[in-house]
């Protein structure tokens, strides 16, 4: 969250002429993590992978 954050606050204060996320922002050579779609997905694969191991890693029984 902290990535998305600080990314998008980057690109809301410094002066530029982006607009909206295309190709073009690879032909102007903008990183890759400036993007916030790439936070969005790296949210949803830690989101799913911290359920799965919550799962895999709870005790089949209760402890006594």
Not at 5 to 32: D, H, I, M, R, T
């Amino acid at each position: 969250m902290i990535g998305a954050a600080s990314s998008q606050a980057y690109l809301y204060f410094v002066p530029n002429k982006l607009g909206w996320v295309s190709p073009k922002w690879a032909e102007l050579g903008v990183p890759l993590y400036l993007s916030f779609a790439v936070w969005e997905w790296l949210a949803s694969v830690g989101v799913f992978a911290y359920l799965y191991l919550l799962l895999v890693l709870l005790p089949a029984d209760e402890p006594r």
